[in-house]
């Protein structure tokens, strides 16, 4: 908990960064110091309907003697949802105000907001800005944009629930603490404030349906935002972490997708998901560290680096999965969608290796790269791997695996892409269904998996191979 308190400060102090370029020749900026009763000025009314809130702050004059600002403004301007008072003067700007030394002013600063109304951000966001003889500094403005349930760096309350009333708003992050358990019901709406996460040390419980899945997302709404990657942390299971289960979920626009530290502490898996879409994540999918997941049903696109990144060891079994990585206008595809590890290094000294347990068994691992697949054993050959892939669709020149009854594609091989429209450059309405033809089609075995992502009837002798069942 200490260290969740610690981080979340971090984040706080990153919010109100400023930069302060001080003119080392002028005597003022020796002497005089304008500083801020507060960095960031929060709105914490939530509005039910067309209202407005004031709030306000100091400026200080740390020094003892005068010192001119010489504009205050606010960033967003005339677009701007707040108004300033400076110093008893109404106004959105003010040039060449005198701050005499050891003493200071307010600022009011008023917002009027509809939360009623869809085309305004989930939070609104502007600053207050300075220009004096000490640097240009500034003061963070937020206000609820929407009708929602607030969290702002806080330990979620154990056992506690997450209805879909209103969306949920996480700014700063939150924590689900060691043996407390958050359950999300379905059809819930979760925004995230740009490096915000949720870290989860007891149990998060997701409980979407195929018609009200559970999305994870970044807080900007403006349509720019639809499907840019990076907006916000994403889930993060930390060590202590036991017991986790996401069902009909969508993760988007994160720099990772769930995040795994670990393996558990009871023998299970760390994490069982099913029937969830993870994409446009600018970093990773799925990144396990010597953990645990069991994953089936699921779609993993567009991700930056990898769709899948299984580092130094843990056991994963990942059925009727597909894993797809292709260029978009934002995100360029360099890597292989999958990396392997089993081993820790650093500036080429390896630490230790851990045994690297990973199922793949009715799964597509398929892009636009000649080679999808980046293994990385330890070079000294010492941890103990079992890797296979059992009917499965593969791209891939490596001859090493442990390929049963797959389908191998290389350039020596003739083949058709499986899926219907996998590279549009509108990422929104890329369609990872299969197409008349595939290999993938018919080229699964049955495991007890009756339907797929769409809640379509599987074939019980000849499944299709990813999270999509063929039909014709």
């Not at 934002?330 to 045994?355: E, Q, W």
């Not at 899926?419 to 990872?432: A, G, I, L």
Request: glycine share 8%.
């Amino acid at each position: 908990m200490k260290n969740f308190v610690g981080l979340i400060g971090v984040f706080c102090i990153l919010l109100g960064l400023v930069s302060c370029e001080r003119d080392p020749s002028s005597s003022d900026a020796k002497s005089a110091d304008i500083t801020f009763s507060i960095d960031t000025l929060y709105f914490d009314t939530v509005f039910t309907t067309v209202g407005s809130a004031t709030r306000r702050f100091k400026i200080y004059n740390s020094g003892n003697n005068p010192i001119i600002i010489s504009e205050i403004n606010l960033g967003a301007g005339s677009n701007s949802y707040f108004r300033l008072n400076i110093d008893g003067v109404a106004g959105n700007t003010a040039k060449n105000l005198e701050l005499e030394g050891k003493d200071s002013i307010f600022v009011f600063v008023e917002v009027t907001i509809d939360p009623n109304n869809s085309n305004i951000p989930m939070i609104v966001v502007d600053s207050v800005n300075f220009v004096a003889s000490d640097g240009s500094k500034s003061v963070k403005l937020v206000a609820w944009g929407q009708d929602a349930f607030f969290h702002k760096g806080e330990i979620v309350p154990c056992d506690t629930t997450w209805t879909n009333e209103k969306p949920h708003v996480i700014i700063n992050s939150v924590l689900v603490d060691s043996l407390c358990k958050l359950t999300i019901d379905e059809g819930t709406q979760i925004f995230s404030h740009s490096g915000s996460r949720i870290f989860v040390k007891g149990s998060l419980i997701v409980n979407g349906t195929l018609d009200n899945p559970v999305v994870f997302q970044a807080d900007r709404l403006e349509s720019f935002y639809d499907d840019l990657p990076g907006q916000w942390d994403g889930i993060h299971f930390l060590i202590q972490s036991i017991n986790n289960i996401i069902n009909y979920a969508v993760i988007k626009n994160g720099v990772v997708g769930v995040r795994l530290d670990s393996l558990s502490t009871n023998n299970l898996y760390k994490l069982t998901m099913t029937n969830t879409v993870i994409h446009n994540i600018s970093s990773t999918g799925i990144l396990g560290i010597t953990s645990s997941i069991d994953a089936e049903n699921c779609l993993i696109y567009n991700c930056g680096d990898y769709c899948a990144q299984l580092e130094y060891g843990g056991i994963y079994d990942l059925k009727h999965c597909t894993f797809a990585n292709y260029s978009s206008v934002i995100l360029s595809h360099k890597k292989p969608l999958l990396r392997l590890n089993n081993y820790l290094s650093f500036n080429g000294a390896i630490f230790g290796v851990a045994d690297l347990g990973a199922y793949f068994t009715n799964c597509i691992i398929y892009g636009n790269k000649k080679e999808e697949i980046d293994y990385d054993p330890d070079p000294s050959n010492t941890a103990n791997d079992s890797i296979t892939f059992t009917n499965c669709i593969i791209r891939t020149e490596l001859e090493t695996l442990s390929t049963k009854d797959s389908y191998i594609y290389n350039d020596n091989s003739s083949f058709i892409d499986p899926f219907v429209d996998p590279s549009n450059s509108d990422v929104e309405v890329r369609d990872y269904h299969l197409i008349q033809g595939s290999d993938a089609n018919t080229g699964g075995m049955y495991i007890n998996i009756d339907k797929d992502l769409d809640e379509v009837s599987r074939s019980t002798s000849s499944p299709s191979i990813g999270c999509y069942e063929f039909t014709e």
